[in-house]
């Protein structure tokens, strides 16, 4: 009796032991392993959110429990990899990399367009590094004592001794020296010369100078004259000097402000908040304000406007529109410049926003909406369709393949995606709680951790419960013509 029972226990534990094997696959939240469904490739995912895997033949990506993740694509050489996003980050394309510690410690590199390598370490804001083969690109700057910066903050140079007392910046031709920053300076460049104390004085003039473009055609480079007494009282500029359209400006606020070209006339009465009449030639539209940018009402065929803050606008141009209405309550914002048309609808910001983008000439288009913190819904340009329950972030950083891969897991309760060109479709409740995938010619349902799944396919229906097989279907073989 006791060997009956045992050979019984042994041959039930045999069979449900193959028959799990046989659907291992498909454990719920425990295991989870199947194809990708926006391209080819697979997923493995294990205990919900906390560790997972997708890999296809050029890319593969994993995360650890939201803590870290990494990213690699030997098609493109390309890595990335998150230790708690954003607090470390690292990136690299080709030969360009960058390491950063919240923003503030950051090592990059690159090679620049003569094929150069160079390497840059920040401890922001207080130092910066680069050493490169060129001793031209090399530097040191510790902020404020002393050091030299090139190609950084806008500026091609920066030198500097105890900043804010010296510093001396180039941007192209143009060198200025500053004492006491920004108070005094002395600026010389090519047929340039100027000085201000500020803000009580300043003067710079500039002669017509010529130069050759990339066509080998002579081109004009216009001269300015530009003075100022207690800025921004008194202003008094003129600007493309020895040009076709030489622009006079001039200023005593708050009482007017005057502009006045060949191709734009602009004046200001009772600055800030009086009144503004501009009339454009060359866009072809007069516009009010009332003040700027208030009120503003404009009439032309290069823009028409209604405006009045926050109540309502309404502004329009031959490529732009722009609404809003109980501003930030509705806005609406619309491109079309062949080959896009681009639209997108927004209440409160980011609490829901609907974009549409649409290439006029191949006929494809992508939408994504977007309702915070609830949902995130996009289709793209190739038809592949996803939507995402719950989504806290995604609305806020759109397209922010950190935020996708690292958090998304952790709280998309729901997830639903299509593909566009082969029809294959899944859906996943609770990490897999639930799980539903289809293709054109066969279908499979999970639930419970695998303790209930169905599975239709060419080769028939198939049940299991608690693992184990309860019912096969298996689709009769079809006739063989007659010759």
Do not use: C
Not at 291 to 316: C, D, H, M, Y
Not at 449 to 464: D, I, K, T, V
Request: glycine share 6%; hydrophobic share 35%; aromatic share 14%.
């Amino acid at each position: 009796m006791q060997v009956r029972k045992g050979f019984l226990i042994a041959s039930l534990g045999f069979l449900s032991w193959g028959a799990l094997a046989d659907s291992w696959d498909s454990l719920g939240p425990l295991y989870h392993k199947g194809e990708l469904t926006l391209g080819t490739g697979y997923r493995k995912e294990i205990l919900g959110p906390l560790v997972i895997r997708d890999q296809n033949e050029a890319a593969s990506s994993w995360s650890f429990a939201s803590i870290v993740s990494a990213y690699k694509d030997s098609g493109t050489d390309s890595r990335e990899f998150d230790l708690l996003y954003p607090l470390l980050t690292y990136d690299r394309f080709g030969s360009e990399y960058r390491l950063q510690l919240l923003q503030l410690f950051s090592l990059s590199g690159g090679k620049n367009s003569e094929s150069l390598q160079n390497n840059r370490l920040t401890v922001f804001p207080f130092y910066f590094q680069q050493r490169s083969p060129d001793p031209a690109l090399t530097y040191t700057a510790l902020v404020p004592v002393y050091g030299q910066l090139k190609n950084r903050l806008l500026w091609d140079d920066i030198h500097f001794v105890l900043f804010p007392l010296y510093a001396r910046t180039r941007k192209r031709d143009v060198v200025t020296d500053n004492y006491v920053y920004p108070v005094v300076h002395l600026r010389h460049g090519e047929a340039l010369q100027g000085w201000q104390v500020w803000p009580l004085i300043g003067r710079e003039h500039k002669d017509v100078t010529t130069r050759t473009n990339n066509f080998g055609e002579t081109e004009t480079i216009g001269g300015h004259d530009k003075n100022f007494v207690l800025w921004p009282f008194y202003i008094d500029s003129r600007s493309g000097l020895g040009t076709e359209s030489p622009t006079t400006q001039r200023a005593i606020l708050p009482f007017f402000s005057i502009q006045r070209s060949l191709l734009r006339d602009s004046s200001t009465y009772l600055w800030p908040f009086g009144l503004t009449y501009t009339e454009d030639r060359e866009k072809k539209y007069r516009e009010w304000d009332a003040p700027w940018p208030l009120v503003v009402f404009a009439r032309g065929e290069g823009k028409t406007a209604n405006r009045i803050w926050p109540l309502f606008s309404q502004a329009r141009s031959p490529t732009l529109q722009s609404d809003f209405y109980l501003w930030p309550l509705y806005k609406y914002n619309r491109i079309t410049s062949e080959p896009l048309d681009r639209q997108r609808a927004r209440i409160f910001f980011f609490l829901y926003s609907d974009l549409i983008e649409r290439n006029t000439t191949s006929g494809t288009g992508l939408r994504r909406t977007d309702l915070w913190p609830l949902f995130t819904a996009h289709r793209d340009h190739q038809g592949n369709e996803r939507l995402q329950l719950l989504a806290p972030l995604e609305p806020l950083l759109p397209n922010n393949k950190s935020i996708e891969r690292n958090y998304s897991p952790l709280w998309s309760i729901w997830r639903s995606e299509k593909n566009g060109k082969t029809g294959v479709a899944s859906q996943s409740l609770l990490w897999n709680l639930y799980r539903h995938d289809m293709t054109s010619t066969s279908k499979k349902y999970s639930l419970l951790f695998g303790l209930f799944q169905y599975q239709s396919g060419p080769e028939g229906n198939r049940w299991r419960v608690f693992y184990l097989p309860v019912g096969t279907t298996k689709k009769p073989i079809a006739a063989q013509p007659q010759l």
